[in-house]
């Protein structure tokens, strides 16, 4: 194989460590060496191709931990695939996704996780890993975790919401915590009350309450915040480590602060929606709400306070997008007269490194802690650092070049996901992706998208690096 070498000169480098002028050598997909601008030493490198980075940032490919690409949820499938969502999210200046493969009930994590490597097996354009849903924590599951932990699937997530369909009992979560603890795996959790929740669902319906705002209302803040509290004892009980996903209610970030100031190895996520959106969305007349339903749902705005100070002090640590989008026509229509009925889950893939690039303008957050709760804490939480979440001799050359200075608006209109609205329409962002690199491959090229399907690949993960 003749050797490729790819110089990027001139920009700033930014990791989550560091910011330096710096030139970047890649040779063969990784990153060969990295030099100070003008050096002598980065003078004499020569390389095949030459990318000009002046003025701009040079980050690490973003790390979205979690996504859901053609998910199935209420009767229907999310509207990207593997090949469609992927590609949107090169498009953001995110180079690797961990995806959710799901054990459905009364069938083992395999065939799940064989149906999930299926739909992705030459489809990405980036690279992709998997955490494992478990549906029905059986002997035969808990047995299969270990087996998983080996083959790189080291983390798997349990419902406490959702009855009937992925949730798991307190006995069930324990003992999957259990085997985690033995077997290195991490438990992320989706922490609501569900049995309380379908309680208050009913009751509303009942009264007539069925428009999309009623989603919110129902899952109470009180009732994320309840059972976050229960997972992170169940997690102390177990001695397991605990990874709550999705965490949108300032009760709940206090759950995690307490937790973590006992010394605890707790981890929050949250998403850029519960930072940047609120229940007044949820409220949009006419049926629109609809197009803002997930869960945990929206806050009202002054959680989200709460949030960037869980995220500057580190009681959060990571940002995904939980990606799982459903179109408004023909999908979230389906809860027309219903709100229970309304596919759960938010487009977001392509607006996570923009949204928070945004929020360093904002002064919510500094640079580095950017490319850290974006790309370096996701990679060590989910195992695949120092490959992927930084710029370094031996990692993976999954590289953005990001123009600080541009200036966009989100819009449907532009996008690259494949969903039929945008819940950012038309909201402003400074800064703007310009050039992406995957395996030292320009998959974005000054804005046009030079990737293709099936150059991602599957990365089998190590176990958590965040401990
Ligand atoms: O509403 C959401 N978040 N949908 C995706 C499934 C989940 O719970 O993460
Ligand atoms: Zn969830
Ligand atoms: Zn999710
Ligand atoms: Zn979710």
């Known amino acids: 194989m003749s050797s490729t070498r790819t ?17 970047v050598l890649i040779e063969d997909g990784r990153i060969a060496a990295l030099a100070a601008h003008g050096s002598d030493a980065a003078g004499a490198w020569t390389a095949d ?20 690409m053609e998910m199935p949820f209420g009767g229907t499938f999310a509207s990207d695939t593997f090949e469609t969502g992927t590609r949107a999210a090169a498009w953001g200046g995110t180079t690797t996704i961990v995806d959710f493969a799901v ?5 083992s994590l395999r065939e799940g996780l064989d149906a999930w490597y299926a739909k992705a097996d030459g489809n990405c354009a980036i690279d992709y890993g ?43 979560i324990l003992r999957a915590m259990q085997r985690a603890a033995g077997n290195g795996g991490l438990i992320m959790m989706h922490a609501e009350n569900g049995i309380a929740i379908d309680v208050l669902v009913e009751q509303a319906l009942a009264a007539g309450h069925s428009d999309p705002r009623y989603h919110g209302e129902v899952r109470r803040a009180l009732l994320e915040a309840e059972a976050t509290h229960r997972a992170i004892q169940l997690a102390r009980v177990a001695g397991s ?66 949030l960037w100070r869980g995220l500057r002090g ?9 990606h799982c989008p459903f179109c408004f026509t023909g999908q979230k229509e389906l809860g027309r007269g219903d709100f229970s009925k309304i596919p759960n889950g938010l487009p977001g893939v392509e607006h996570r490194m923009d949204l928070l690039h945004q929020a360093v303008v904002d002064g919510h ?30 990692a993976d050359a999954d590289i953005v070049l990001y123009d600080p200075h541009a200036e966009q608006v989100i819009s449907a209109e532009t996008h690259h996901m494949n969903v039929d609205y945008s819940v950012y329409e038309g909201r402003r962002i400074t800064g703007q992706v310009e050039t992406v690199l995957s395996r030292g491959e320009v998959v974005i090229d000054r804005r046009t998208y030079t990737g293709r399907a099936g150059h991602g690949q599957y990365i089998a993960r190590a176990t958590c690096q965040y401990l």
Request: glycine share 10%.
């Open 241 to 306: 480590p605990l990874y709550v996903v999705h965490v949108s209610a300032q009760e709940a970030v206090a759950e995690l602060t307490a937790a973590r100031d006992l010394g605890l190895p707790v981890f929050g996520e949250t998403c850029p929606q519960y930072l940047f959106l609120s229940t007044d969305d949820l409220a949009r007349p006419g049926f629109e709400g609809a197009k803002y339903v997930c869960s945990t749902p929206l806050r009202p705005a002054n959680h989200q306070e709460a």
């Open 103 to 107: 054990q459905s009930v009364g069938h």
């Open 314 to 322: 580190n009681d959060l640590q990571v940002v995904s997008t939980d």
């Open 7 to 23: 110089l990027i000169r001139g920009g700033l480098v930014i990791t989550a460590a560091e910011e330096t002028h710096a030139d």
């Open 130 to 172: 998997f955490h494992m849903i478990l549906s029905d924590v059986t002997e035969r599951s808990l047995k299969e975790m270990d087996r998983l932990v080996e083959e790189g699937i080291t983390s798997f997530k349990l419902f406490m919401a959702y009855p009937g369909v992925f949730y798991s009992d307190d006995g069930r």
């Open 365 to 394: 957050i500094g640079r580095r802690r950017w490319i850290e709760i974006a790309c370096a804490a996701p990679a060590r939480m989910f195992g695949l650092y120092p490959r992927k979440g930084t710029i370094a001799p031996g």
């Open 49 to 68: 191709r030459i990318i000009d980075a002046g003025g701009k940032y040079v980050v690490p490919g973003g790390v979205d931990g979690h996504t859901h």
